[in-house]
């Protein structure tokens, strides 16, 4: 029997008090998937016998019930969030309904509990139904033949690929990520039904495609998932103003500015910061609104700040994205002109987005092949309150406001 792969002692706690009061508890999906390819995971998901109310039992007070359409526990480890979810089973045609036109088919509430087996059974794809457990063997259960799917590189459906798609669309997307993150294929039977199936995005909660996007945004994988969802139909529902600019000039440049910041963010020379991934992605409509010359950027001029914080919004759009992160992006950009500037230097020095425009001027300069002596006269970070005292001050959606308007 092969030795077990380590994960942290947290996730090993979490595991051994479940089993200790007697339920199944297996880690499944991604970090399963990244553990049997040498990959350090980012975060664990926990799939148990035990019902959530029997979850919170176990963990006490550490234990938080959440959700409405998919029922689980977060379990608090320290300053760490595990989630715990029940086995479930697939629901009949009229468990899934929740109004009078809905055909049965997409799943609405999925709350109906069952055994690992049928888990397995009711999940998307082969590579994300590996069961793993550290404490005891057999250490793997893998019902669905994912482990020799994963050694292929292969994407591939649990049961009818038209099913699994339609009763989640963001499936789609999900699989697309599969094949820009891992360089994994789709199965010959799940290429057309994602196809048919991408125009379905548009059924599926803002709020969860604008989560969906953060996770995007979060990993070195911009460029490659983009292009995926490009390439089988996909990103017209998805972001419907970058499908649009795809193929033109401000399609190339963004393409070639998400492949650097790619490259750095892998390399850990780039910022996880939300609003500094909205302010790189926009930057490329933007620069197309302002009208700016290729390889160069827009002049201050009246009405800056209204146009590029359309330019933001529509990139997004219908995306829900919190307008406290809106108008960091927009600031973003508007700073960019202003590192050409070095009288402007005190004042943007003072900016809380300046370490972030920064990096982004540092990314355009790269690819545009700018004099990089220039960049090296600005320092890594500023002088506003943020800098100094490691907490972000109460951003000013105002971009008049005379403490941070852009100098």
């Known amino acids: 029997m092969a030795a077990p792969l380590s994960v942290t002692p947290a996730v090993e706690s979490v595991l051994a008090r479940l089993q200790d009061a007697g339920h199944q508890a297996y880690i499944v999906g991604g970090a399963v998937r990244d553990l049997l ?77 069952g055994t690992l087996e049928q888990d397995a059974r009711r999940r998307d794809f082969t590579v994300n139904a590996i069961y793993y ?74 709020a969860r495609l604008y989560e969906e996007l953060l996770k995007i945004a979060r990993k070195p994988y911009c460029a490659e998932t ?30 070639r500015l998400l492949a650097e910041r790619d490259r750095r963010l892998g390399g850990g020379e780039y910022s996880h910061s939300r609003a500094l991934a909205l302010a790189t992605a926009a930057f490329a409509p933007a620069w197309l609104a302002m009208g700016a010359p290729p390889g160069g950027l827009w002049e201050h001029n009246e009405g800056i700040e209204k146009t590029l914080r359309e330019s933001v919004r529509k990139s997004y759009s219908p995306l829900p994205v919190p307008r406290v992160l809106t108008a960091r992006a927009r600031d973003i950009l508007l700073l960019l002109p202003r590192f050409r500037q070095p009288a402007a230097k005190r004042r943007l020095l003072r900016h809380p987005e300046y370490r972030y425009a920064r ?49």
């Not at 005891?136 to 482990?147: A, K, L, S, T, V």
């Not at 972001?239 to 600019?245: F, I």
């Open 226 to 255: 983009f292009a995926a969802c490009r390439q089988y139909g996909l990103l017209q529902h998805f972001l419907p103003a970058m499908d649009r600019l795809w193929d033109g000039s401000a399609g190339e440049l963004l393409r």
């Open 359 to 407: 990096e982004l001027y540092s990314l355009l300069s790269a690819i545009h092949g700018w004099d990089a002596a220039a960049l090296a006269d600005w320092p890594p970070s500023g002088t506003g309150p943020f800098e100094r005292h490691g907490a972000r001050p109460r951003y000013m959606h105002r971009p008049h406001h005379k403490e941070w308007q852009a100098p």
């Open 37 to 113: 390819l040498d990959r350090v995971p980012k975060d664990y998901d926990i799939a148990t016998s035990a019902t959530p109310e029997e979850v919170r039992h176990v963990f006490g007070r550490a234990a938080r019930l959440i959700g409405r359409r998919f029922r689980l526990a977060h379990v608090y480890c320290g300053r760490t969030c595990y989630e715990v979810s029940t086995f479930r089973r697939e629901p009949s045609p009229e468990e899934r309904k929740t109004r009078a036109t809905d055909d049965g088919v997409m799943i609405w509430q999925d709350n109906q509990f």
């Open 133 to 206: 457990n550290p404490l005891r063997e057999p250490h793997f259960r893998d019902d669905c033949g994912g482990i020799p799917d994963l050694r292929a590189g292969l994407v591939r459906a649990i049961g009818d690929p038209g099913l699994r798609l339609a009763e989640d669309p963001v499936r789609v997307l999900r699989a697309l990520k599969l094949v820009a993150e891992y360089g994994f294929r789709l199965d010959s039977s799940l290429a057309t039904p994602v196809r048919e199936q991408a125009p379905a995005l548009s059924r599926s909660s803002p």
